[in-house]
């Protein structure tokens, strides 16, 4: 099994929505509501958004292929001065196969080539598969936080951090 990290390019962005739907809808069942779920994925995932994204310099959009096939994806930005890994989702079908690490390794040289020591996340407090995965990537948990995001929802996060 080989697994190839790319950069995300304008061409990719659709195949990029619709496994990010796919992620969503079966990693946070249960854990957010629906509403919720959807008013998120509109909020992150509109294509103009993602192409301001890609062009942003203190952005990066990554895409991992297993054999040759698109199976997840992370996102790094500057967030007050932190390395902050945005986003990282994997396939359900293509899980635990190494690709979520691979992007998190990918992760920690983008951030030390940016001449960060530390790289942080914020997951969902309920998101256990998740919490799980990142321990055995390196991070611990350093924060509590909730946060508004409007329409009525909250974020109700762990701050995690690893050393890289
Ligand atoms: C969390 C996630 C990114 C991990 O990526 P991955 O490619 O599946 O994971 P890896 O192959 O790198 O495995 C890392 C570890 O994650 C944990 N893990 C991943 N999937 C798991 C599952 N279904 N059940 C239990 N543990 C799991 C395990 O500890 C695993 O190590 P192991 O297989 O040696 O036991 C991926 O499972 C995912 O996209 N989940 C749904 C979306 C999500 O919650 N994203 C994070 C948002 S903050």
């Not at 190494?98 to 992760?107: D, F, M, T, W």
Request: proline content about 4%; some cysteine.
């Amino acid at each position: 099994m080989t697994i190839d990290i790319r950069p995300i390019t304008p061409e990719d962005i659709f195949a990029i929505v619709t496994l990010a739907r796919a992620t969503w809808l079966d990693a946070y069942a249960g854990i957010i509501p629906r509403e919720q779920i959807d008013y998120m994925l509109a909020q992150r995932y509109d294509r103009a958004g993602l192409e301001a994204d890609i062009e942003n310099p203190e952005k990066w959009l990554h895409q991992a292929l297993i054999d040759g096939v698109l199976a997840g994806f992370a996102a790094c930005e500057i967030c007050n001065e932190e390395f902050k890994l945005d986003k990282l989702y994997i396939h359900p079908g293509m899980q635990r196969n190494g690709a979520g690490a691979a992007l998190v390794a990918h992760a920690a040289a983008l951030a030390r080539g940016h001449g960060h020591s530390g790289m942080i996340l914020a997951v969902n407090k309920h998101n256990e598969q998740a919490i799980r995965a990142y321990i055995k990537y390196g991070f611990r948990v350093r924060d509590k936080i909730v946060t508004p995001i409007g329409g009525g929802f909250v974020m109700d996060d762990y701050i995690m951090e690893k050393r890289v």
